[in-house]
Nanobody
């Protein structure tokens, strides 16, 4: 079992930056691929970024490529999402997830956090 807790969300103006963190506890964090997803009101949860346990598999959604950076610190059991050049369409609840493979598919992840709200004003 893995417990995930996100933090770092908030309100930011367009063009600004935020850094999300996801702290993991429970089973060995380092063996899991970690992903970030987001969900806007009335929309389905969508893939944002993922990073394999060794960092060799890193994938971004086209909508965030070049603006967001996913990283992880296995010694701290934490994964991060650095979000730069934020746009109003980046608004949503951001969730981190742990799974066996670095994947853009939601059903490949076994554990999910509760989410943290990100709001980007225009």
């Amino acid at each position: 079992q893995v417990q995930l807790v996100e933090s770092g969300g908030g309100l930011v103006q367009a063009g600004g930056s935020l850094r999300l963190s996801c702290a993991a506890s429970g089973r060995a964090f380092s063996i899991y691929a970690m992903g970030w997803f987001r969900q806007a009101p009335g929309e389905e949860r969508e893939f944002v970024a993922t990073r394999g346990w060794s960092g060799d598999s890193t994938v971004y959604a086209d909508s965030v490529k070049g603006r967001f950076i996913i990283s992880r610190d296995n010694a701290k059991n934490t994964v991060y999402l650095q979000m730069n050049s934020l746009k109003p369409e980046d608004t949503g609840v951001y969730y981190c997830a742990a799974g066996r493979y670095a994947s853009a598919w939601r059903d490949q992840y076994d554990y999910w956090g509760q989410g943290t709200q990100v709001t980007v004003s225009s």
